[in-house]
């Protein structure tokens, strides 16, 4: 397969289609991440369909300080990934092109969803991320568009939109792509050191701690829920481990599913070990949220969630997250 590289829209406007358009969105600097999302896309579309990659380094959705300038443009390598993957275009379209008239007057809101989390830290971010999805969605007419699950605030604000303003496409998430450590692919990981990066796993080590909290929680749960008799209730927890517990499991067959607090907690044990690093790691947010609307749960709560984590190691910030779900014990 030999993938066209078109930097214009019209060029886009002019190609002939067949079948099904799946577009990967990125902002190029392609990794094994980016592969897996045109090689899933090109599963969808199928051998009639066509995969569009679009590289874009979007201006409107970096904030004053951040990173626009040194943002690595790799095309050449960018184009040979996107052809080993399976796509059939590369759309690499100028700013100027994207933004004929310089910045649009027009931008799409992300909301109240918009200023939490990540749009807390980085103001106006959202808005320029959806400005810029939008108008590609609109450019390269996809009848599907996927996104990694890494950017977990990303895609749920983006299916939001979709869904809100009738775009008539279908948003598919592809999880996370991690490295052999734990580290979750991302451009910004060729900025790390050797020591940044030793630092910079307690973002995953966090995740992870806080997912085998979470699963220890809901077995115990059902356990608890299978021995009818008190007693019995004791010894089937002490089998799994859980001593504290057992000394009172009416407490344990009564509490709520999985505890979002204790979650939480093990995940920030982790951080907070992290943070006495060298160097250390300097936290934005670790959050465990409602993935509809990204707002904190209560320890009550069942249900789909979002684990989530943001930090900074030295002058480069990286986010992570990880699924769960409570109540799946009962």
């Not at 008799?229 to 344990?252: C, F, K, M, N, Y």
Request: without cysteine; aromatic residues 4%; glycine residues 8%.
């Amino acid at each position: 397969m030999t993938t066209a590289l078109l930097r214009t829209a019209g060029e886009l406007a002019a190609r002939e289609r067949a079948g099904r358009r799946a577009v990967v969105m990125t902002m190029g600097a392609l990794h094994e991440g980016h592969a897996t999302l045109i090689r899933t896309a090109r599963e969808i579309a199928g051998d009639t369909g066509e995969v569009v990659v679009t590289v874009f380094v979007n201006p409107l959705q970096f904030g004053r300080g951040e990173d626009l300038d040194r943002y690595p443009r790799t095309l050449d390598s960018d184009l040979k990934i996107a052809e080993q993957a399976g796509a059939d275009v590369v759309f690499a379209p100028s700013v100027d092109e994207v933004y004929p008239g310089g910045e649009p007057q027009v931008r799409i809101s992300a909301g109240p969803m918009g200023e939490r989390l990540e749009g807390s830290v980085r103001p106006g971010h959202f808005d320029g991320m959806l400005t810029v999805v939008a108008k590609l969605l609109h450019l390269t007419r996809p009848d599907v568009a996927l996104f990694g699950q890494k950017d977990a605030q990303q895609l749920a604000l983006i299916r939001r939109m979709a869904r809100d303003l009738n775009f008539g496409v279908e948003i598919t998430g592809v999880p996370t792509v991690r490295e052999e450590d734990g580290l979750a692919l991302s451009s910004r990981n060729r900025y790390l050191s050797a020591e940044e990066r030793r630092t910079a796993l307690a973002l995953s080590q966090a995740l992870f701690a806080g997912r085998d909290r979470h699963a220890a929680q809901e077995a115990l749960r059902a356990r608890a829920l299978e021995v009818p008799a008190t007693r019995e209730r004791a010894e089937a927890l002490s089998a799994i481990g859980e001593s504290r517990a057992a000394a009172d499991a009416h407490a344990v067959a009564k509490a709520v599913p999985g505890w979002p607090g204790g979650v939480r907690t093990a995940a920030r044990l982790v951080l907070d070990e992290a943070a006495r690093m060298k160097p250390p790691l300097a936290l934005d947010y670790l959050a465990l949220v409602d993935p509809g609307d990204f707002t904190e749960i209560p320890d009550d709560y069942t249900g789909e969630a979002v684990l989530a984590v943001a930090a900074r190691v030295g002058t480069t910030r990286l986010i992570d997250n990880i699924p769960l779900t409570f109540g799946a014990a009962s």
